[in-house]
């Protein structure tokens, strides 16, 4: 990394000019009036029987089967403790099972649901070939498949958030034939794959033809904050993959989710939205139980920034730094046998615990094309005066290694970070409280099916906390298309203490960091700030 290394010391980003920030907030009545036109779809109530197109090209990324097994040699060769080397696999595979029961007794999984047994400690929820809707009638599916409103080949879902009974699952519109970009699934399980059930109705999404910025456009992720409200950040573009248009501006809209009503819509101002920009991830950071002092940190990976925004007062402001841009090294990446580059700057986003109403939190970051972590006060986020005078409030926490490149992570309330190893078909985690360093980074899962570009990472708020992953073979999808006779996407979940249970990242096991690094801090972070 010596020569990435010095790329970040020397590269500045370009000069932006921060004007003065202007109130833009728009309040929207939940019933707006739009309706599906279904005008030409075909009156019967007989069930109409669709047969989907199974021409799907060439369907060969995966020419061979890999033995699902952790590569404890692997591991070791690049820095990473293997949860192997504490658990074994019939243990591992005990524990599953026993958390699967105990869940299916709280009602959170049901026990009959057959599980992906090679993903321990995970447990699979769901899984899908290809993801369906719950339309309104057998008649409204078939009218939407013969108009390409629904192409169930260009239906991929990326983010995820769990709240109460459900499950809630973005769908950006990469591509046309995304019928609904919000939805949720029960929490419960019952079936291995379930329509989604569009959020908060059918009214909020529209066909990609229609310019109406009153409802969804393409949702990348979305965040639940402590005081049951649904946070939604709509990039307002679609056909990102092929001819991006920016057919909406970019909002924050927030939800009620004991009602499923819309509560606000905050348009994100124009002077911070670059050419190119693409807000496609977002954390809330609300303090108080009451969700007072309550601001949202948005990543621009495609131009570098971070926008904060405070609720009280419908304020945003962006910071821009030479952190948040991508290592052209880390930029090229290879994936069963694809080979692609990206060069996504400033992805995942890591608030660590509130440990009081008046303590400040820390912000962990990382770009998508990096093996690098940073982090940064949230004390100096929330001042918007800080925004040309914040050079040296970002800060390097260490490097992963190679092929280290990570897209979400989150933070639970014992320190642990969980980050998705993209490059290795891996969830690797870190106590915060320990330095990081080769050595202190462990595995919580690594699958070369299941886990397959493990794109979203979330943990409930839950008393015992459970974390959440969705892996979804995003490249594969972007490079052709998938195959439909394989499962390509999974939702798993496991406690955050079964997680990292004996291994580096488990609290519990103390960690000796080598004395060049006591007496040196040679990894830029010491965990003294926690």
């Not at 409200?229 to 909406?248: P, Y």
């Not at 939800?255 to 920009?277: C, G, H, M, W």
């Not at 926008?307 to 007062?313: A, H, S």
């Amino acid at each position: 990394m010596a020569v990435s290394h010095q790329w970040f010391v020397q590269w500045s980003p370009p000069a932006t000019l921060f004007t003065e920030i202007k109130q833009n907030f728009g309040h929207v009545e939940p019933d707006y009036g739009y309706k599906w036109d279904y005008s030409d779809a075909p009156r019967t109530s007989d069930p109409v029987k669709v047969s989907v197109d199974s021409d799907y090209g060439l369907r060969t990324f995966y020419n061979h089967r890999v033995k699902h097994r952790f590569r404890n040699g692997y591991n070791k060769k690049y820095g990473y403790n293997s949860p192997d080397a504490t658990r074994s696999e019939d243990d591992a595979r005990t524990r599953v099972s026993g958390l699967a029961l105990w869940l299916a007794m709280l009602g959170v999984a049901r026990a009959q649901v057959a599980a992906d047994a090679d993903t321990p400690p995970f447990t699979t929820l769901y899984k899908w070939k290809q993801v369906d809707f719950e339309f309104p009638t057998p008649q409204h599916r078939h009218h939407a498949l013969v108009t390409g409103k629904y192409v169930p080949s260009n239906v991929l879902p990326l983010g995820l958030e769990v709240w109460g009974s459900r499950v809630f699952l973005t769908f950006p519109r990469w591509r046309p034939g995304v019928p609904a970009t919000l939805g949720s699934v029960p929490r419960a399980g019952g079936v291995p794959s379930p329509a989604v059930k569009p959020y908060p109705s059918w009214e909020y999404h529209r066909p990609n033809n229609v310019l109406n910025c009153t409802g969804l456009t393409s949702v990348f992720r979305v965040s639940a904050d402590l005081c049951g409200r649904l946070w939604v950040l709509d990039s307002g573009q679609i056909d990102v993959q092929d001819n991006a248009k920016q057919i909406c501006p970019p909002s924050l809209l927030v939800f009620d989710l004991n009602t499923d009503k819309l509560l606000a819509r905050y348009v994100i101002p124009q002077e911070y939205v670059l050419q190119n920009s693409l807000y496609s991830a977002l954390v809330v950071d609300a303090r108080r139980h009451d969700c007072s002092d309550l601001h949202v940190y948005m990543a621009d990976p495609w131009r570098f920034g971070l926008l904060v925004f405070r609720q009280k007062d419908m304020q945003f402001w962006r910071f821009t730094h030479h952190l948040f841009f991508p290592d052209p090294i880390a930029a090229n990446f290879t994936l069963h046998d694809l080979n692609f580059r990206w060069t996504d700057g400033i992805f995942g986003l890591a608030l660590t615990e509130v440990k009081d109403d008046l303590s400040d939190r820390i912000l962990f970051f990382h770009s998508l094309a990096g093996h690098l972590e940073f982090y940064v006060s949230t004390a100096a986020l929330k001042k918007q005066e800080m925004v040309n005078n914040s050079m040296n409030e970002f800060n390097i926490v260490g490097e992963r290694g190679p092929l280290g490149q990570a897209s979400s992570s989150a933070v639970d309330r014992r320190g642990v970070m969980y980050f998705g190893l993209v490059s290795r078909d891996s969830v690797g985690c870190w106590d915060t409280r320990k330095p990081f360093q080769k050595g202190a980074l462990g595995i919580v899962a690594q699958n070369t099916e299941t886990l397959i570009f493990p794109n979203d990472i979330k943990i409930d708020q839950g008393s015992n906390q459970i974390l959440w992953v969705i892996s979804n073979r995003l490249p594969m999808f972007q490079a052709k298309q998938l195959d439909q006779d394989e499962y390509n996407y999974r939702l798993l979940f496991v406690s955050t203490e079964e997680a990292v249970r004996g291994t580096v990242c488990d609290p519990q096991v103390s960690f000796t960091p080598p004395q060049e690094v006591i007496s040196g801090h040679k990894t830029g972070w010491w965990p003294s700030i926690l």
